[in-house]
Nanobody, 114 residues
Framework: QVQLVESGGGLVQPGGSLRLSCAAS????????MGWYRQAPGKQREVVAG???????SYGDSVKGRFTISRDNAKNTVYLQMNSLKPEDTAVYYCNAVPAWASWGQGTQVTVSS
């Protein structure tokens, strides 16, 4: 069973940057497309970025041009570089396969506020 552990969140001012990390257990990590999801209070969880096993990427319209997803298969880790953060990016961020099939981790809180 794959376990996912997210880290790197925090409080940042508008316009700031954060880099999230997601460490996955299990050697099967490298063969699956992975994604970053987020859930804001009172809203449904949404996928914001995805990366294929070969490195192809896709982004939601709200983060395109500001967020960059990457992965290191040797380390079983996926990253999300978030730049030009906005208050509406405030949410708990999770990683999972795309489509999601693994158990959700605890997520990491990102708060964008002045």
């Amino acid at each position: 069973q794959v376990q996912l552990v997210e880290s790197g969140g925090g409080l940042v001012q508008p316009g700031g940057s954060l880099r999230l990390s997601c460490a996955a257990s299990g050697s099967i990590f490298s063969i699956y497309p992975m994604g970053w999801y987020r859930q804001a209070p009172g809203k449904q969880r949404e996928v914001v970025a995805g990366i294929g096993s070969g490195g192809s990427t896709s982004y939601g319209d709200s983060v395109k041009g500001r967020f960059t997803i990457s992965r290191d298969n040797a380390k079983n880790t996926v990253y999300l570089q978030m730049n030009s953060l906005k208050p509406e990016d405030t949410a708990v961020y999770y990683c999972n396969a795309v489509p999601a099939w693994a158990s959700w981790g605890q997520g990491t809180q990102v708060t964008v506020s002045s």
